[in-house]
């Protein structure tokens, strides 16, 4: 049974079925081990690495080659669990040293032993003396020295953290000859990195380094084999691009490795985004435990760099750094360094002697987004950056293919929520796919007004889309249902629409029905927009050049109509009015002209005269105006024209 935080739960065999990398590591701790001194001088060792790097998997490595090299002879392995808490001082470490090596060696006398002295001896100094006594008198009755692997020894000598008490330990280790140590830290801890500590420089230190590309094959292959899944090799080989994603995403964590394994498997985007949701959630207490193991100051400027990264992909300088958290440039720079050692960021001088730092852990990155986004939006970007990765192009077609079948399906049977589970999934499939088609986000956005979901679209799907680019039919819709927003964001986008439009004109030499009828369409929406800021000549302006290049056509009228209708307008009865008669193309302009003169007037003969055509479309035009411009002015309609 894989247990990704407690390794010590599988079983050897599987342990060491799926043990890879490291080896080398486990091989010079033996070698340590082997060449140690009788009696004093003893060399200790650590291992530092991030938490999910497999310390405590080595630790268990070496507890099983002790045993298998035959060194138990002379040697007895003690090993630690990753969390002892209850060690607060030199006193319960030795204790908790007795309690491990009864279980051990199956010698229940030594807890018994373990009480008493607690019992007898109150002084602290005094029973850990009493305790190390205890441990020496059970290595010389079995001519047995101890190793003890401890697992997180920097939390537990931040937990005595004593002076005093590391002297003692540090006096033991190097001149008694009873112990080894070997332990594993997530940092280079400060007992052992501060000049002024007793324990500076005792350690030797081994980095376990992330995975290698080939080295997250072989623990994939390895993982497979172990639960029997055939034919992993061709599954491997046709999903390495795939595989290039998880190594940049877990940065070669062999615990994140085996977290996206289960995601790799999968092939369905619904499965991937419960796959990535459920790893995402795992890993929090992993990050939250990797964040406030930081001091202050580090904690901080991380956090910076993960909200502005997350949004912006890009690095950021120190100096940008330095403003954004209000820290001092020289202590910015200070805890990159620092930060840099212990494998949280990393830097590139891509523009001269510029360094831009980034994090180092791109799945942290996408934890960021879902735990920290602003919105509900931000809070996804995650998903579209995995899926950006994740599936080529075709795939992702694909998979858009099939979603919006099953939401078609769902919403026929009447089952809304799945619809809308389907649609939100799509959603997220098309943003990733590069210059996704305009046919296919207009589709999605009718989806979406098709099961009711106004929120979604007001906040997290319009303020992104260009509204010149929708067909008429769709944008009557969205004002229909008042899914237009005040945000400077939509002028913006129409404005850089139009300028797309005017320089593929210009590169054509000729205007085309096609090009004009986008252009006129971005005109009127820009002069919407520039009428929700208030910005009333501007919108007049626009609305003027929209007009000049019209082809008269119902649905033109019509969203010409529902622009003035709309609530950007009302209150401002006379800029309709100017708005409708400023036009130079009367021919174009007509029915709207021949509409305001009969509400103002209520004589219908000018009216009566247009072809039936065009006499429909002023009724229409009529009885949606004179709320705008009637209510004030109380005139009545003739019932014989608009019924």
């Not at 003692?168 to 801890?189: E, P």
């Not at 949701?277 to 435990?289: G, I």
């Not at 079948?405 to 769902?410: D, E, I, K, L």
């Not at 945000?487 to 096609?514: G, H, V």
């Amino acid at each position: 049974m894989e247990s990704l935080y407690n390794p010590d739960l599988m079983s050897e065999e599987e342990i060491k079925q799926t043990f890879v990398a490291r080896q080398s590591v486990v091989d010079e701790l033996i070698g340590l081990i082997e060449r140690q001194p009788e009696g004093a001088g003893v060399q200790h060792a650590v291992l530092i690495a991030p938490r999910g790097m497999g310390k405590t998997t080595v630790l268990l490595m070496v507890q099983f080659a002790v045993r298998d090299r035959g060194l138990d002879s002379r040697w007895q392995a003690v090993r630690f669990p990753e969390e002892s808490y209850g060690i607060n001082d030199l006193a319960d470490f030795w204790l908790e040293v007795l309690g491990l090596l009864a279980q051990e060696s199956a010698e229940p006398a030594l807890q018994q032993a373990a009480e008493q002295l607690k019992a007898e001896f109150r002084n602290a100094n005094d029973l850990q003396e009493a305790a190390f006594a205890r441990i020496k008198d059970w290595s010389h009755q079995h001519n047995k020295r101890l190793i003890l692997l401890v697992d997180n020894l920097d939390l537990i000598l931040s937990q005595i953290n004593n002076e005093r008490d590391n002297a003692q330990l540090r006096n033991v280790l190097m001149n008694d000859g009873t112990l080894m140590l070997i332990g594993g830290a997530t940092t280079f801890f400060h007992e052992a990195r501060s000049y002024d500590q007793p324990l500076y420089n005792f350690f030797k230190i081994l980095d376990l380094n992330k995975l290698t590309f080939d080295e997250v094959q072989e623990l994939l292959r390895q993982r497979a084999n172990l639960e029997g899944r055939p034919n992993f090799d061709a599954f491997l080989q046709a999903n390495r691009s795939r595989l290039r994603a998880l190594e940049y995403f877990t940065n070669g964590n062999p615990r994140l490795v085996l977290m996206l394994y289960r995601i790799i498997t999968k092939s369905e985007v619904i499965e991937v985004r419960r796959g990535l949701e459920d790893l995402l959630d795992q890993v929090t207490p992993y990050y939250k435990a990797k964040i406030e193991s930081l001091p202050p100051q580090q904690r901080k400027i991380l956090d910076h760099i993960a909200r502005i990264s997350s949004q912006t992909h890009e690095g950021l300088t120190p100096t940008e750094i330095a403003s954004g958290t209000r820290l001092t440039p020289n202590a910015v720079s200070m805890q990159l360094k620092r930060l840099l050692d212990l494998g949280y960021v990393r830097s590139a001088n891509v523009r001269g002697r510029k360094s831009y730092y980034t994090l180092s852990d791109a799945l942290y990155a996408l934890w960021y987004q879902m735990r920290f986004g602003r919105d509900a939006r931000q809070k996804m970007r995650w998903l579209i950056d995995f899926l950006k990765s994740w599936y080529d192009s075709e795939e992702l077609s694909l998979a858009n293919q099939r979603l919006e079948t099953r939401f078609q399906q769902f919403f026929d049977s009447g089952l809304v929520r799945e619809a809308h589970d389907a649609l939100t999934n799509r959603r997220y499939l098309v943003e990733a796919i590069d210059q996704p088609k305009v046919e296919e986000l207009e589709k999605i956005t009718c989806d979406y007004l098709k099961i009711g979901d106004i929120e979604t679209l007001k906040q997290e799907i319009l303020p992104t889309m260009r509204l010149g680019q929708f067909s008429t039919a769709t944008l009557e819709a969205l004002f229909r249902e008042g899914c237009i927003t005040e945000e400077r964001d939509w002028i913006i986008n129409a404005s850089k629409f139009i300028d797309q439009i005017e320089i593929e004109i210009k590169l054509a030499n000729e205007a085309s029905t096609e090009k004009n009828d986008s252009l006129s369409l971005s005109y009127l929406t820009k002069s919407f927009c520039e009428a929700c800021l208030d910005r009333l000549e501007q919108a007049k302006y626009d609305f003027q050049r929209s007009v000049q290049i019209a082809i008269p056509s119902r649905a033109w009228y019509k969203l010409s109509l529902f622009l003035c209708m709309s609530g950007a307008w009302a209150g401002h009865r006379d800029v309709v009015r100017d708005i409708i008669q400023v036009a130079n193309k009367d021919e174009i302009f007509l029915p709207f002209i021949r509409a305001v003169e009969y509400l103002q007037t209520a004589n219908a003969e000018s009216v009566d005269k247009l072809s039936p055509e065009l006499k429909d479309i002023v009724k229409e035009i009529i009885a949606e105006l004179r709320s705008v411009v009637c209510e004030e002015e109380e005139v009545e309609t003739s019932p014989s024209l608009v019924q």
